[in-house]
């Protein structure tokens, strides 16, 4: 697939501002997923082809956060096994069904987040005297970052709110650790779904390469961000973003 000069200007920017957003918080696929359907893309190929550019992006996000000792290690791999789960069998649930199931998923996911961070914050966000959790400490954590694997394998639009409050929510990790546990369940369970859509010849690859490129920028921007900012404004961000996502799955 050819790209014109504007094309390429499109997915450059907003593939750089969806890797801060991304890394922040969530919702940056917002901006790129119309963009690549801009190019004509269906909605289906679009879908497939912004995962090479959140897979990038994560990778990016994840070493900026680990060279920061913002990683948590000690419970990865639990956290891990049951988003991966989810995450392929959304892929393949993804891969096969209607373009048009993604919408209302994607719509009623982002009005429920922004209804719980707005009406009852302290289930996303943890007080400053709790202690986190590991995984199996919780049952509950487990199945809620099965769920977060489900939705992000599905429809990856919004899936760094549901990681969030599955991570910050559950398991109750501050919001800069739970961004970098975020970002490394993202990269994870974004392979595993990459890897059901290349296989389905679903991924349109220039595009998504400018795009990758375009949002691994934007992630090491983000990484400083992250760490720089206050919890506080962590949380109006993350309540914005996920109103901003509930109106872009409206439109």
Request: with cysteine; net charge positive; glycine share 12%.
């Amino acid at each position: 697939m050819e790209l014109s000069l504007w094309f390429v200007i499109l997915l450059l920017g907003t593939g750089f501002v969806a890797g801060i957003i991304n890394t922040l918080a969530g919702g940056g696929s917002n901006l790129t997923l119309p963009a690549l359907m801009i190019l004509g893309l269906p909605a289906d190929v679009a879908n497939a082809t912004n995962r090479l550019g959140v897979f990038m992006q994560s990778i990016v996000g994840i070493r900026g956060f680990h060279k920061k000792d913002q990683l948590p290690a000690h419970d990865l791999k639990s956290i891990l096994i049951p988003t991966l789960m989810g995450g392929l069998v959304g892929a393949v649930a993804a891969s096969y069904l209607p373009p048009q199931n993604l919408k209302p998923i994607l719509l009623g996911t982002m009005i429920l987040m922004s209804l719980v961070i707005l009406v009852r914050p302290s289930i996303v966000f943890p007080g400053p005297l709790e202690h986190s959790q590991l995984v199996r400490e919780s049952p509950k954590a487990w199945w809620t970052l099965f769920i977060a694997g489900l939705y992000g394998g599905f429809v990856q639009a919004g899936v760094g709110f549901v990681l969030i409050a599955a991570i910050a929510g559950g398991l109750r990790y501050d919001i800069v650790k739970a961004n970098a546990l975020k970002m490394f369940c993202t990269g994870a369970f974004t392979a595993v779904a990459l890897g059901v859509f290349i296989f389905r010849g679903q991924v349109s690859w220039v595009p998504g390469v400018v795009l990758a490129l375009a949002t691994m920028a934007g992630a090491q921007v983000g990484v400083k961000l992250a760490l720089k900012v206050s919890p506080g404004f962590m949380k109006w961000f993350l309540f914005l973003m996920t109103v901003a996502a509930s109106i872009a799955a409206w439109l």
